[in-house]
């Protein structure tokens, strides 16, 4: 049984463009950039400042315990001193469904909320945060779930909730190709009726200026919504790329040699493998109630299983059907080469960070290997291959980005690439993704990296990576450790700019939560 599903990567580019209406006349005419916008924060423009990163964060509360709000709680201590969050993706699970955006956003992160002290009051799609909110899309915000499930979880949530039983986080809805996030975070121009609106909401919140023409203004406690899936803002001289990396995660085809069957045979076994897992685990979960601790505990394991199946499932079918061309977002890749390019060639910018879903480079042990991690890496690859060609002398030997944030795998980790013999050379990488939903494991093949590359001369394996920290799920003393975590991240001056990185982590060891703040390093 699927439990959920992925769009088409077509569909998904195609419903997030009508929803803000891509390119229409009225954006046109007006000259409006809708990939940028500008923080309207009125704080006063400083080459030093502090910015907070979470991920994969949008899971409700187990009782008693409710990790995402141990962050959150954890996130105020430095909310004064923080211009902005950052989020990288899977804002709700499991499905993105506006049905949890309440439980699962609204109410964990409601200090940031304007009316936050009465969160219930606060509808998914008419939120206006106090501090910027920044997030990028990730695969379980655009999540679906089929018909016949969808039937049976929704037309049963709400017995079973009442019967004291669990929920799996789906109920009636998916996202709907995204819609959920699109109607919570986005500028849905498409809901606005007429001409003379369209026009007229235009002239009052695209008032702010770059060199690409005009653009929204973002502005804390008033109008917090964003004009695309992906974007760019500057700020203290900091270029930030917020991309979509579900739409340029489609695997290569599989090549078409004896190699490439037997690895298809491989994925249809392991396919049929983990199926009868899937199986097993709802047979066990039919059996479990919330209401008794040692049962409670048993469902989140299994829901975080759950969750890891689908995840391989879904990678599994997108190399199965790799045979055809891989649908990818070129639009994006593209205008994120001509903006990489336009901020090396602006002298006021300093530095340039990038966040979006899926890390490329990553050791958290269901992600490391798989097919969309090696997809995402060689687009961006190719993308940052093609800007050292274009700017020559003029990066110094700098990377072409300075610091590379994403979520998908639910751990907290630094890396930093090697020599790759190729642009994405010497780049810092952290990953937030702890921020709510079941800590990972650590891969056990340790903590460099590697890749087989084809040259001429034939195969050759070598080192792109190494994991230089690791926070997430381990063992000691026979007690399991969960450790959730945000990040603090605080910009210095200079040319190019350093980032001192403050982990912040909530850690559930038994039943005992415990806040620390790991040691400082810089970048």
Request: charged content about 25%.
């Amino acid at each position: 049984m699927n439990l959920i599903s992925d769009p088409p990567i077509p569909v998904k580019i195609q419903k997030m463009k009508e929803r803000v209406r891509w390119m229409h006349p009225s954006f046109r005419q007006r000259g409006i950039d809708q990939t940028s916008i500008v923080l309207d924060d009125h704080r006063e423009d400083s080459p030093e400042f502090s910015f907070m990163v979470i991920g994969d964060s949008g899971t409700e509360a187990h009782s008693p315990h409710h990790p995402q709000r141990k962050v959150a709680e954890m996130m105020l201590t430095h909310r004064n001193d923080c211009s902005f969050v950052l989020h990288t993706g899977d804002v709700i699970y499991s499905v993105g469904s506006q049905e949890y955006y309440s439980t699962n956003f609204i109410q964990p992160y409601r200090e940031f909320l304007v009316g936050g002290d009465n969160p219930k009051g606060i509808s998914y799609d008419r939120m206006v945060f106090n501090l910027p909110f920044l997030p990028v899309l990730g695969n379980h915000d655009y999540y679906d779930v089929p018909l016949m499930y969808r039937l049976f979880t929704g037309a049963t949530s709400s017995l079973r909730r009442l019967l004291g039983h669990k929920d799996m986080e789906i109920g009636w809805h998916g996202s709907y190709q995204g819609n959920a996030y699109a109607r919570a975070f986005m500028d849905y121009t498409q809901a606005i009726a007429s001409p003379q609106e369209l026009e007229r909401h235009l002239d009052q919140h695209y008032t702010a200026k770059t060199n690409t023409g005009r653009c929204l203004r973002y502005e804390p406690g008033q109008f917090t919504r964003l004009p695309n899936r992906y974007y760019t803002f500057r700020y203290g001289g900091i270029d930030f790329f917020a991309l979509d990396s579900n739409t340029f995660n489609a695997p290569s085809p599989l090549p078409t040699t004896q190699e490439g069957e037997i690895y298809r045979r491989q994925l249809l076994h392991r396919r049929q493998e983990i199926e009868r897992q899937e199986l097993q685990i709802l047979k066990m979960w039919d059996y479990l109630n919330r209401d008794n601790p040692t049962e409670a505990e048993q469902l989140d394991e299994l829901s975080a299983k759950l969750d890891q199946i689908n995840e391989i499932k879904i990678d599994i079918e997108k190399q199965l059907t790799s045979h055809k061309t891989p649908a990818i977002d070129f639009e994006q890749l593209d205008w994120l080469r001509s903006r990489l390019i336009e901020s090396w060639n602006t002298s006021e910018v300093r530095g340039r960070v990038m966040f979006f879903h899926h890390p490329p480079y990553v050791t958290e042990a269901t992600k490391w290997h798989q097919a969309q991690t090696l997809a995402v890496r060689h687009r961006l690859r190719s993308v940052f291959e093609q800007v050292a060609q274009t700017l020559g002398s003029l990066i110094k030997e700098r990377p072409i980005v300075d610091l590379i944030l994403n979520g998908h795998a639910h751990c907290l980790e630094y890396l930093r690439t090697a020599d790759t013999g190729f642009a994405d050379s010497h780049i810092n990488c952290i990953i937030a993704g702890g921020s709510g939903h079941r800590p990972r494991y650590q891969r056990q093949g340790g903590t460099e990296l590697m890749e087989t590359f084809t040259e001429i001369k034939g195969k050759s394996t070598r080192k792109v990576a190494d994991s230089l920290l690791f926070v997430g799920r381990h063992d000691y003393k026979s007690q399991n450790h969960l450790p959730y975590s945000s990040v603090r991240i605080d910009v210095l001056d200079g040319s190019p700019p350093k980032f001192i990185v403050r982990p912040l982590v909530a850690e559930r060891i038994g039943e005992e939560w415990y806040n620390r703040e790991l040691e400082p390093f810089v970048i």
